[in-house]
């Protein structure tokens, strides 16, 4: 599996309520909650993203509450992976459950600048810089998560079996 796309680059600490604020939590329509993902934190976001782009973060991404409409929304919005120099265990938890590949490597958030392409190979873990030529090792996806993630998910990964 791999993911490449444009990216979108945030710092430290971009918590839940600003990934989908709480005003939008009366919908769980995935749809309708890509429509404000990002919104406090870039009011541009869901006009600029495209299928396939990717979010780069620095320290603990998705911190904050544990609501699962966080993940699900960036999904929905058509990010193909988060890569952050690390999570918040409820939201890779939350991520993981819903489909939402992402990824924990601190070198690649470093060196990956907004507006960079790049590519993420999940069965390596090699994040690859193609606008700079240069590449990260991510932790690889195990084979089990990379099921659940093709799957779409946790529940749709069970329901399949």
């Known amino acids: 599996m791999k993911a490449k796309g444009l990216v979108f680059k945030y710092g430290d600490n971009v918590d839940t309520d600003v990934i989908i604020p709480a005003r939008y939590l009366n919908s769980s329509d995935p749809a309708e909650l890509a429509l404000h993902c990002m919104e406090d934190i870039d009011k541009d976001f869901v006009k600029n993203v495209k299928k396939g782009d990717i979010i780069v973060a620095d320290k603990n991404f998705g911190c904050g509450s544990s609501r699962e409409h966080a993940p699900i929304a960036i999904k929905a919005a058509g990010v193909s992976c988060v890569i952050a120099d690390t999570f918040a265990r409820i939201f890779y938890r939350n991520a993981i459950n819903i489909g939402l590949p992402?990824?924990?490597?601190?070198?690649?958030?470093?060196?990956?600048?907004?507006?960079?392409?790049?590519?993420?190979?999940?069965?390596?873990?090699?994040?690859?810089?193609?606008?700079?030529?240069?590449?990260?090792?991510?932790?690889?996806?195990?084979?089990?998560?990379?099921?659940?993630?093709?799957?779409?998910?946790?529940?749709?990964?069970?329901?399949?079996?």
């Open 102 to 161: 992402i990824i924990e490597c601190p070198e690649a958030a470093a060196g990956i600048a907004a507006g960079d392409e790049v590519e993420v190979d999940f069965d390596s873990g090699v994040i690859t810089n193609v606008t700079k030529g240069t590449s990260f090792k991510g932790q690889a996806f195990p084979p089990f998560m990379q099921k659940i993630i093709a799957a779409e998910g946790l529940i749709n990964y069970i329901n399949n079996k």
